[in-house]
């Protein structure tokens, strides 16, 4: 069972940053948090991913929360070809990423 | 670096036919794992396939099986095809350099993915 929690959907305006939320307060202490998008059907993307620390990288930055508990990943400046959903994903023992529904992203102009 | 590719793209079958999957890793990638894709269910771990053995393997029923070949490629194979198999199913490799924990940090990278639709 999924252990990630997603809003269903949010829209962002073109050009501002997108924050898209996730929780995760069962996730054990050794086991990352990994983002990924998908775009009309085609496989998954790789976001970023992290463990404890903030993390960011050339497409995004990752928040945790102290307690991580939860996160947030923010596109810092969202672009129309960022539509997509958005999957915040566990990786649990035998490398099997856990998907939950994700949050459609929705970038407007 | 080339990305995951998997073949064939789209596969129309019919129930009771089987139908096997490829999957190329990216060069170097040690480890693939398979996963299906419904609207209905989301996305769901198949299993993970390292130096040609399965590591682990999902909640599915034994129709649905795999193999990786010494080169990395892996296939997967579904045996009596029912209705409820149409899916998207990706493929996904990662690095596993040396020795290879389950608990390993390596990436998975995915592929396009097939589409199969079972009549």
């Known amino acids: 069972d999924a252990k990630t929690t997603q809003p269903t959907s949010m829209d962002c305006a073109e050009g501002r940053a997108a924050n898209l939320p996730c929780n995760h307060s069962?996730?054990?202490?050794?086991?990352?948090v990994y983002w990924y998008r998908q775009i009309h059907s085609q496989g998954p993307q790789y976001i970023i991913h992290?463990?404890?620390n903030n993390e960011t990288n050339e497409m995004a930055s990752l928040i945790i929360t102290e307690d991580r508990k939860s996160s947030t990943l923010i596109l810092p400046h969202a672009t129309l070809r960022d539509t997509a959903v958005y999957y915040c994903?566990?990786?649990?023992?035998?490398?099997?990423?856990?998907f939950g529904a994700g949050t459609i992203l929705r970038v407007k102009s | 670096k080339a990305g995951v590719t998997q073949t064939p793209r789209y596969l129309i079958k019919t129930r009771g036919q089987q139908v096997t999957l490829s999957c190329s890793p990216i060069?170097?990638?040690?480890?693939v794992s398979w996963y299906q894709q419904t609207p209905g269910q989301g996305l769901q771990f198949l299993f993970e396939?390292?130096?040609?053995?399965?590591?682990n393997k999902g909640n599915f029923p034994g129709r649905f099986s795999g193999r990786q070949f010494s080169n990395s490629r892996s296939e997967m194979n579904v045996s009596t095809l029912e209705l409820g198999d149409s899916a998207l199913y990706l493929c996904?490799?990662?690095?596993?350099?040396?020795?290879?924990?389950?608990?390993?940090?390596?990436?998975?990278?995915f592929g396009p993915g097939t589409r199969l639709t079972v009549l």
């Open positions: 996904a490799s990662r690095l596993a350099g040396g020795w290879s924990s389950p608990m390993s940090t390596d990436t998975q990278y």
């Open positions: 396939y390292f130096s040609e053995t399965q590591r």
């Open positions: 992290g463990l404890k």
């Open positions: 069962t996730i054990s202490g050794n086991e990352y």
């Open positions: 994903t566990t990786m649990e023992y035998g490398n099997k990423l856990v």
């Open positions: 060069s170097g990638h040690r480890s």
